[in-house]
C-alpha cells in the first residue's frame, strides 16, 4: 500500500507543471509591453500627466523589458516570435554589456520616436505638444495599460 501511495505521489510530482510557465511568444509579447509601456510613459511626460503615471508606465515598461531579456539571453524566445511581435528597432538594440544599458537603448528610440511627430509639428509650442500628446496617449490606448 505505501509503494502505491508514493508510486501516486511521484506521478503526480513529475506531472506537474508550474503555472508561471511562459511560451516564447509570451516573453516575446513582453518584450511588446515594454515597448508599449515605454512610449505610455514619454506621452504621459509630454501630456503633462501626473509623475506617479509616468513612473508607472516606465516601471511596467522596465520590468517587462528584463523579463523579455533574461529570457531572451537563456534562448527561451524563437526567431520567428521575436519578428513577428517586437519592432525592429527593438531588435537592433539588443546588444549590450548589461539589461540595464540595453533597456536605456531601448527607451532611448522609443522616447525619439513616440514624440518625433509631436515636435516637429508643435514647433516649441508647448501647449500644442501637451494636446497632441495627449491625442496620441490616448489613440494608442495608454490607457488600458495594466
Known amino acids: 500500500m505505501k ?15 508550474p503555472t508561471s510557465a511562459e511560451t516564447s511568444k509570451e516573453y516575446a509579447l513582453m518584450g511588446s509591453k515594454a515597448w508599449s509601456a515605454f512610449e505610455c510613459s514619454v ?9 506617479a503615471e509616468q513612473e508607472r508606465f516606465f516601471t511596467l515598461g522596465y520590468d517587462a523589458g528584463i523579463t523579455f531579456l533574461q529570457a531572451f539571453k537563456e534562448g527561451k524566445i524563437i526567431k520567428e516570435d521575436l519578428y513577428n511581435q517586437l519592432p525592429i528597432a527593438f531588435l537592433l538594440s539588443l546588444r549590450g554589456p548589461n539589461n540595464d544599458f540595453i533597456l536605456g537603448r531601448v527607451y532611448e528610440i522609443v522616447a525619439e520616436v513616440a514624440v518625433k511627430d509631436i515636435i516637429d ?12 500628446a495627449d491625442d496620441k496617449f490616448f489613440k494608442k490606448n495608454c490607457h488600458l495599460i495594466k
Open 3 to 17: 509503494r502505491l501511495i508514493l508510486i501516486i505521489l511521484l506521478t503526480f510530482i513529475l506531472s506537474f507543471q
Open 43 to 51: 506621452l504621459a511626460s509630454y501630456g503633462k500627466k501626473p509623475k
Open 121 to 132: 509639428i508643435a514647433k516649441s509650442d508647448v501647449e500644442l505638444e501637451k494636446t497632441l
